[in-house]
């Protein structure tokens, strides 16, 4: 099934096949109001959208990153209620960008499993220039970022060139890792620097896990933060180039 705009859905079978997930799992998420409630079709039967696909993958990277269900659901709430699957996707991404690397080798059939889908070799070419998966020196084996591949793939419907992706990915890199140099710097001089003047005579293990806590609570605003600017200047960039168009 399709909605008006042509956009496909999924029964909660599918979309429980899709994200990697039991069924008991998406109502469990349903009842705690983590998840919209689907549309109801003929039949009674439920249909969920791609929005519902990105958020249970935001919810298990914030599961990954260490929060509980509660602060998971504190931290939906302060999303808006109509952000899209691609808005969501990108809070996925930067989520995740403060995960460690967590790649792993496996063959092509669980690659596949994992994707939700059949994928030739123009489409791991794409996933490779995203970064998403690399080959190995293994045949038929790929060194996949899990954080990475549900997004990749839904980018590989997107009609861009592998060239772009390429430039796009560079440019990404530069000033997230910029962004990245710039905020760890602050937190440094004006968070960390601070506290440890106050509680110079605390042990260095108790110092340690004062930092990782105070870093636990700042990671979920700094993210929703780079997102919103993200948006509005993309929008304007978007509504400049417009205007000269």
């Given at each position: 099934?399709?909605?008006?705009?042509?956009?496909?859905?999924?029964?909660?079978?599918?979309?429980?096949?899709?994200?990697?997930?039991?069924?008991?799992?998406?109502?469990?998420?349903?009842?705690?109001?983590?998840?919209?409630?689907?549309?109801?079709?003929?039949?009674?039967?439920?249909?969920?959208?791609?929005?519902?696909?990105?958020?249970?993958?935001?919810?298990?990277?914030?599961?990954?990153?260490?929060?509980?269900?509660?602060?998971?659901?504190?931290?939906?709430?302060?999303?808006?209620?109509?952000?899209?699957?691609?808005?969501?996707?990108?809070?996925?991404?930067?989520?995740?960008?403060?995960?460690?690397?967590?790649?792993?080798?496996?063959p092509?059939?669980?690659?596949?499993?994992?994707?939700?889908?059949?994928?030739?070799?123009?489409?791991?070419?794409?996933?490779?220039?995203?970064?998403?998966?690399?080959?190995?020196?293994?045949?038929?084996?790929?060194?996949?970022?899990?954080?990475?591949?549900?997004?990749?793939v839904?980018?590989?419907?997107?009609?861009?060139?592998?060239?772009?992706?390429?430039?796009?990915?560079?440019?990404?890199?530069?000033?997230t890792?910029?962004?990245?140099?710039?905020?760890?710097?602050l937190?440094?001089?004006?968070?960390?620097?601070?506290y440890?003047?106050?509680?110079?005579?605390?042990?260095?293990?108790?110092?340690?896990?004062?930092?990782?806590?105070?870093?636990?609570?700042?990671?979920?605003?700094?993210?929703?933060?780079?997102?919103?600017?993200?948006?509005?200047?993309?929008?304007?960039?978007?509504?400049?180039?417009?205007?000269?168009?």
């Open positions: 099934m399709a909605t008006e705009t042509g956009e496909p859905t999924f029964t909660v079978d599918e979309l429980a096949a899709r994200a990697g997930v039991t069924v008991r799992t998406i109502r469990f998420y349903s009842t705690k109001g983590l998840l919209p409630p689907p549309v109801i079709g003929p039949r009674r039967v439920g249909h969920y959208g791609s929005e519902h696909l990105s958020r249970l993958a935001l919810i298990e990277e914030l599961q990954h990153q260490g929060m509980t269900l509660a602060a998971i659901e504190r931290y939906l709430e302060q999303l808006p209620a109509d952000l899209s699957a691609h808005d969501l996707a990108i809070h996925r991404a930067l989520v995740a960008s403060w995960a460690p690397d967590a790649a792993e080798d496996v092509r059939a669980e690659l596949e499993r994992r994707a939700g889908r059949a994928l030739d070799d123009e489409d791991l070419d794409r996933l490779a220039a995203m970064g998403v998966v690399a080959r190995t020196q293994a045949p038929g084996t790929y060194c996949v970022d899990p954080g990475l591949l549900r997004l990749g839904q980018l590989l419907d997107v009609p861009i060139a592998h060239e772009t992706i390429l430039a796009a990915r560079t440019v990404l890199l530069e000033h890792r910029s962004a990245a140099g710039e905020l760890s710097r937190f440094r001089d004006e968070v960390w620097g601070p440890r003047a106050r509680e110079s005579d605390a042990e260095d293990a108790e110092q340690v896990a004062a930092m990782r806590s105070l870093s636990a609570h700042m990671q979920p605003m700094v993210v929703q933060a780079l997102v919103t600017a993200f948006q509005r200047s993309l929008k304007e960039e978007l509504r400049e180039w417009l205007k000269e168009s």
